[in-house]
């Protein structure tokens, strides 16, 4: 149980596109979700928090406007890098966290932008 | 605000050798604690976690971790690794009580390589 899919696992794209990263929780219904960043070699960033039905809430020094999070089901949540530049090129990580304390994180997605 | 230091960032250490990542960690409030595994461009997978009771805790893979709130730690241990072992370490905090946005506040990371 407590599984948590991303998809797409890898993706390229050009600079001045925009990429819709999903998170699905698959057995079990998150009210919460997370998203992170990851650098290589780093530990991971939390970006925002991710709660159904209602805004995401950043963390200090992310732009909301360039990564829209959209949580409109209790199994999804969605990430959209909007204009990606090169430096967005990162390991993006999801979780999701059943009632209780616990978070269950997806298998990333990589995200390359040329 | 809370905060977790890992104090090794490299652990080299061959197979069937025991070995122990230290973490310790700083806070004002009561915390639960966590340690994750990441393998190579992979997400995380939750190895234990500590929120009440004993504070031994035993996890999968073989792994356990011991709270010791006097000395603020959340070491993990394994008596005898296996190659399969080498991942990236996490060990990560979050407060108790909170609100419902309850972050976890994590550690920069232990790479443990073992070697045949």
């Known amino acids: 149980g407590a599984v948590v899919s991303q998809h797409p696992s890898w993706v390229i794209c050009k600079s001045g596109t925009s990429v819709k990263i999903e998170c699905r929780s698959l057995?079990?219904?998150?009210?919460?979700m997370f998203w992170y960043r990851q650098f290589p070699k780093q530990s991971l960033m939390l970006m925002a928090t991710s709660n159904e039905g209602s805004k995401a809430t950043y963390e200090q020094g992310v732009e909301k406007d360039k990564f829209l999070i959209n949580h409109a089901s209790l199994t999804l949540s969605t990430l959209t890098v909007t204009s990606a530049h090169p430096e967005d090129s990162s390991f993006y990580i999801c979780?999701?966290?059943?009632?209780?304390?616990?978070?269950?994180f997806g298998p990333g997605t990589r995200l390359l932008v040329l | 605000a809370q905060s977790v230091t890992q104090l090794d960032s490299q652990v080299p250490v061959f197979e069937e050798a025991p070995v122990e990542l230290r973490c310790n960690y700083s806070s004002s409030v009561s915390v639960y604690l966590f340690w994750y595994v990441q393998y190579p461009n992979q997400g995380l997978q939750l190895l234990l976690k500590?929120?009440?009771?004993s504070t031994l805790v035993k996890g999968i893979n073989g792994f356990e971790a011991e709270f010791n709130k006097s000395q603020t730690s959340f070491h993990l241990r394994k008596p005898s690794v296996h190659i399969s072992d080498t991942a990236e370490y996490f060990c990560a905090v979050s407060r108790v009580p909170a609100g419902n946005n309850r972050k976890l506040i994590w550690g920069l990371g232990t790479s443990l390589a073992v070697n045949p």
């Open positions: 500590y929120l009440s009771g």
């Open positions: 979780s999701a966290r059943l009632p209780g304390e616990t978070q269950y």
């Open positions: 057995d079990f219904q998150a009210t919460t």
